[in-house]
């Protein structure tokens, strides 16, 4: 018998907030992460917004030697880590055993700042002036390596690499180790720290990214306008446990991870397949896995790139997916604020769709203003929303045709339910 998932503890690092309240707060009030790009080394790049994290001090997590020896997104795994952790209340060797806990955290391009930089030492300077810390800055499973070894985790512990999907995959493949009883608990999720010139200038080549200059402009999912998304930077981390587990140790509950739906496309190395056949073959898997039928969900934290391409495949792949019940659940795409977070974005969706089961509230999509004809769906328009709620997915489809749904639900066995903020703006 499969053992039931609940999420005990989660944390995050986003454009908007330096942790889960903050962000949570912040994405009620439709507060935009999106900013004009200051390093003056990328003033060449025709591309002049991004989402960065501002504020952000590793120093807070590590001391100065760790800092030099880590990149930008292992620094971000390590906050989000933390904060989740603490939420959750868990102490390895004390209420949980470090051979039953696992870590799985995935990342799309791992310490691509670090390997621009490297590259940019050979080219100038010689291969003798490559720093020693530099391979395991880079590779992309350093973040849940580092995560690890910060707490003392001994289980089960990997790291997807499945471009933006990365953060979502992992964390249903924590879920699937924990329902097979390969672990007790598992901290999971996704880190990402993309901004630089080769991060920048690939997504540009592509066409990918929005070439607004006016930040308000930039990120606009669903909107008739839009013309590519903004490239973020952020880590969501939470922490699963098997309901058992977590009981047995008084543990507060937020939700339970129901389902899992994720499959491949075999179609293109980015467009997806424009009748959305493979994003609904997706959420059929998560509402299966959930035992759960449409009329069930009542939000969905879309995927919501602000691409042409992902947002009319999404909205075609929710109306074959739900019927005529498509317009009867509440949609945004939280990417108009956090701009694309890359492998961090299904983990940091995550947690914002369980702040929205809990907090019974619906994150606003920004910047939208102008209907396309086919997207005609319910996509919460610039204003948070109160409804009542009782199952939300969270979907996630990247490049490659990587496709993972996850679907969160109230555990009937709640404890002590703590709300972040009850407010509606």
Sequence with gaps: MKK???????????PI????????HNALKGVSGIRNITDE????????LVAEILGFDPLQHMDVKETRRTDRFIQLAIAAADEAVHDSG????????PLRTGVWIGSGVGGIMTFETGMREVVQNGYGRVSPFALPMFLPNMAASRVAIRFGARGVTGCTVTACASGSQSIGEAYRAIQRGAADVMITGGAEAPICNIGLASFSAMRALSMQTDPSQGSRPFDKRRDGFVMG???????????????ARGAEIHAELLGYGSCGEGFHIAAPRPDGSDWKRAMILAMEDAELTPERIQYINAHGTSTLL??????????AVYGFHAYNVSISSTKSMTGHLLGASGAVEAILSI????EEIIPPTIHYGEQDEEMDLDYTSNVSRRRQLDNVMSNTFAFGGHNAVLIFGKCQQLTSPRGLWHDVP
Excluded: F, P, Y
């Design 90 to 97: 868990l102490v390895l060797g004390d209420n949980a055993d």
């Design 310 to 319: 992902n947002d009319l495949t999404e909205t075609r792949a929710i109306k």
């Design 233 to 247: 930077e952020g880590a969501g981390i939470l922490v699963l446990e098997s309901l058992d587990h977590a009981q």
């Design 41 to 48: 080394r990328m003033d060449e790049l025709s591309v002049k």
């Design 17 to 24: 907030g330096l942790d889960k309240e903050s962000t949570w």
């Design 4 to 14: 039931r998932v609940v999420i005990t503890g989660m944390g995050c690092v986003t």
């Design 355 to 358: 702040l929205t089961l809990r």
